[in-house]
């Protein structure tokens, strides 16, 4: 077998850094800052749930607009931000600056984080890492970078709940690259242990809720369909007929998770908190 034959990407291996590139263009395009900034809440939770002590050196890995950053930079402590769209960093840039917050923002990759090891006293992804392609090696990379004794602190969309949900149904529409693990599986505690356990001396995981509040079901889906990247790209991905399919989905979803009975959307979606503490 000749070398390129050997090293084509196949079902069972994909071709993870073309997955990368369209995951690079699908988070850039729309502005997740406007869905971000709304989760704000889920950055101070984990900041808590990490007991995060103030002067501590904190790392913000796919920060996004910076929501777990600005929670840390609230606390006194020494934080990096870092994402790999630019943008992104820009928008957290400018959230710290109107709140006189001193952070660090950097452009990175998650799966090669230009750190040295054991840099960190506290790694902190919401919503985040999860995305990577290759799973093990961005996990690999946040266990890297933490000191021993320290702890990463994670908030990931589980598979059973209204975001997990929301990607198995845009999966549905267009199917997601063979081989590819989904990003849900972040969610999960065996996933985290397979992931982890290796290098951790302790992993604690406690299922969360997060509380999705919109004017109504169509303004859910105009913000979701403009600004999210993921739901942006699918729809820019269909004809037609598969935009008017994917939407209905999308609408019966809503209901079947919604809460409010006023019109407006009260949408809960689990995610896994997680504190695992570096051997």
């Given at each position: 077998m000749s070398t390129s034959a050997a090293l084509k990407p196949t079902a069972a291996q994909p071709d993870l850094a073309a997955v990368k590139q369209r995951q690079h263009g699908a988070w850039s395009s729309g502005d997740y800052a406007v869905?971000?900034?709304?989760?704000?809440?889920?950055?101070?939770?984990?900041?808590?749930?990490?007991?995060?002590?103030?002067?501590?050196?904190?790392?913000?890995?796919?920060?996004?607009?910076?929501?777990?950053t600005l929670a840390a930079a609230r606390r006194w402590c020494d934080v990096t931000s870092t994402d790999y769209v630019p943008a992104l960093l820009k928008r957290g840039r400018e959230r710290a600056a109107a709140e006189h917050l001193m952070v660090e923002f950097r452009e990175a990759d998650a799966e090669a984080l230009p750190f040295a090891d054991a840099t960190y006293d506290v790694v902190l992804s919401t919503f985040g890492v999860m995305f990577t392609p290759d799973q093990d090696k961005a996990a690999s990379e946040l266990a890297r970078v933490c000191r021993s004794g320290g702890k990463i602190g994670l908030a990931n969309w589980t598979p059973q709940g209204f975001i997990g949900q929301l990607f198995k149904t845009i999966g549905r529409h267009l199917p997601p690259p063979a081989g590819v693990k989904s990003p849900a599986l972040w969610g999960t505690a065996a996933r985290l242990d397979e992931m982890f356990g290796s290098q951790a001396s302790?992993?604690?995981?406690?299922?969360?809720?997060?509380?999705?509040?919109?004017?109504?079901?169509?303004?859910?889906?105009?913000?979701?369909?403009t600004f999210y990247g993921p739901t942006l790209k699918a729809f820019a991905a269909l004809d037609e007929s598969g935009q008017a399919a994917l939407k209905r989905d999308l609408l019966a979803l809503l209901g079947e998770f919604n809460h409010a009975d006023d019109g407006t959307i009260v949408v809960h979606s689990e995610y896994l908190e997680a504190v695992i503490t570096k051997r």
């Open positions: 869905v971000g900034t709304t989760l704000q809440i889920v950055g101070e939770q984990l900041c808590e749930a990490v007991d995060l002590r103030a002067g501590s050196k904190v790392l913000d890995v796919a920060a996004g607009n910076g929501n777990a302790e992993i604690a995981a406690e299922p969360r809720m997060f509380v999705f509040r919109y004017r109504s079901p169509d303004h859910w889906l105009e913000i979701f369909e």
